[in-house]
């Protein structure tokens, strides 16, 4: 599995995306947002008929507890390795717990929105940082497309990552040596 380390590469050292590493960029961007679609389509109907959490959630869950620490970790900027996936799970154990001695049923109305408000979060952010990445052509990992765009309004130099998990790393050094050939 990819270290969630935060290593940064100094600026320029990565080569940007050529178009079949913007168009997978687009492509992951706008799967992202179609999540984001089904989450506020679905957001008065957290809970089905039958009494459980929709499984969209629990899906989308499983795949975000894999990618929340990649998100906080490399775009913004931080060395808190699976921290945040752990504390996501604790507080989500804690929701489900109180939901279970309140309510006699861990799947309530409090975990699926704060399940909810976290694939908002998540999903959005990294959406939009995949769009973002396709259209400027940002080095490395997608998580640093905001920081990309800083750089190049201020002029300020931001440090690159390379993407640590996906597909994205191999097609970038693929279409940077055969646009050096």
Same mark, same amino acid.
Request: proline share 6%; with cysteine.
């Given at each position: ?7 940064? /590469? @100094? &600026?320029?050292?990565? &080569?940007?995306?050529? &178009? ?23 957001? /008065? ?24 620490? +990649? %998100? ?6 931080? !060395?808190? #390795? #699976?921290?945040? $996936? *752990?504390?996501?799970?604790?507080? *989500?154990? $804690?929701?489900?717990?109180?939901? +279970? ?5 861990? @799947? ?8 909810? =408000?976290?694939?908002? +979060? ?6 939009? $940082? *995949? ?6 052509? !940002? ?6 497309? =905001?920081? /990309? ?6 002029? %300020?130099?931001? #440090? @690159?990552? +390379? ?11 693929? @279409? $940077? ?5």
């Amino acid at each position: 599995m990819a270290s969630t380390d935060l290593k940064l /590469d @100094e &600026p320029g050292s990565l &080569p940007r995306p050529g &178009p079949i590493g913007r168009i997978v960029r687009l492509g992951f961007g706008l799967l992202c947002l179609s999540q984001i679609y089904w989450l506020i389509q679905l957001h /008065d109907n957290l809970i089905g008929a039958d009494g459980h959490i929709r499984s969209v959630f629990w899906n989308g869950m499983a795949i975000g507890l894999f990618l929340i620490s +990649y %998100v906080v970790n490399i775009g913004f900027s931080r !060395t808190w #390795k #699976k921290w945040p $996936a *752990f504390i996501s799970v604790g507080i *989500f154990l $804690a929701i489900a717990a109180y939901g +279970y001695l309140t309510a006699g049923t861990p @799947e309530t109305h409090l975990l699926a929105r704060s399940i909810w =408000f976290w694939e908002l +979060y998540l999903f959005s952010h990294l959406g939009i $940082a *995949f769009i973002l990445a396709a259209i400027i052509r !940002t080095p490395g990992c997608e998580m640093r497309a =905001f920081h /990309d765009l800083y750089s190049r309004i201020t002029g %300020v130099p931001t #440090k @690159e990552h +390379y993407c640590p998990v996906g597909p994205l790393q191999p097609i970038d050094q693929w @279409e $940077a040596r055969r646009s050096c050939n």
